[in-house]
């Protein structure tokens, strides 16, 4: 069965962006997630005001997640699936640090807490998958690698305890010739981009264009194929929905 993934920096809300502020780009953020049709839609730098705005133009859509510092406080790296597709079964948050289990611990010189946030989904069919959503700190490549370590451990160990398969999005803060991806592909995850040296910038700045590297992916498992994936640079009535372009993945269980 096909299935569409979508990882989407939302640009936390800040009034310094001016016209480009949250408040303004709601309904273009909305409107990119429609045109992906995508069934999980996994989100960063949404405070929990944001997420809400965006559940009321996504009526088909739910989400999972709590704040980086527990609770609903501080960015979610949130999980929206499809109502319609998808039923959550199980779900939870850790920490990227020396105490995963404590949200909000600082650690490893980054400058932020740092969270992942995993849900385990079933399909109509009743397969089922793991979906892990993150966001790297954008300071600290020890704090960037030593996260990225954890991660692959909880998929190694989540994945070996049932032999469901995972998807692995988010903001990674580090390009395709990173260690983060490093990591990554020494254990044994592909990712979407594949071969593609010329996917271009996903972080932009509101600025547009394609000039430079990503550093939003989507990353799976082998048990799953990647069909095709998008970077989707379109404008929305005139504007770019976030300062990070949308990534979009075709995947096949």
Known sequence: MDITVMTFNLRVNVKQDGDNAWPNRITEAAEAIKKAGAAIV???????????????????????????????????????YHRGLLKPVESGNFGLSEFPEQLGYL??????????????LKQQDGQELYVFNTHLDHMSEEARTN??????ERIRTMKGRDGIPAILT???????????IGILTQAGLCDAYGEDKDVGCTWHDFNGGDTGEPI??????????????????????GRYPSDHYPVVASVRL
């Open 42 to 80: 996994c989100t960063q730098e949404g405070m929990h005001a944001m997420l809400q705005d965006l559940q009321a133009h996504l009526s088909e859509y739910a989400w999972l997640g709590n704040g980086r510092q527990g609770g609903n406080e501080d960015e979610h790296c949130a999980v929206f």
């Open 170 to 180: 988010g903001d990674f803060n580090c390009g395709p010739s990173s260690e983060v």
């Open 107 to 120: 650690s490893w010189n980054a400058g932020c807490p740092r969270i992942c946030t995993w849900v385990r």
């Open 147 to 152: 996260g990225i370590q954890l991660i692959v």
């Open 216 to 237: 939003d992916y989507i990353f799976v498992t082998p048990e799953i194929q990647v069909n095709a994936f998008n970077v989707d640079r379109s404008k929305y009535n």
